[in-house]
């Protein structure tokens, strides 16, 4: 579920995943390195609305709200 102002961009998401209100994932292609950047969403998470998720990052499936305890992973970064 993607909720009302919510930016995806170049991003593979597993099932029961929603993005909240207002959250950015991804980002644009860079030309630089062909095929990198793509991020990752494991299943069954709720991205918090404003959350801002960088490129090529990885978030690992079933995450406690906990968990999301800042509003910015930057590119790259990785949260389990």
């Not at 959350?51 to 990885?58: L, N, Q, V, W």
């Amino acid at each position: 579920i993607v909720h009302n102002g919510a930016r995806i961009n170049r991003i593979v998401s597993d099932v029961n995943t929603s993005f909240g209100a207002g959250s950015s994932i991804g980002g644009p292609k860079d030309n630089k390195e062909p095929g990198e950047g793509i991020t990752v969403i494991g299943w069954n998470n709720h991205v918090p609305g404003d959350m801002k998720i960088g490129r090529g990052c990885t978030v690992y499936p079933k995450l406690a709200p906990d968990k999301w305890s800042s509003d910015f992973l930057p590119d790259r970064g990785v949260l389990k």
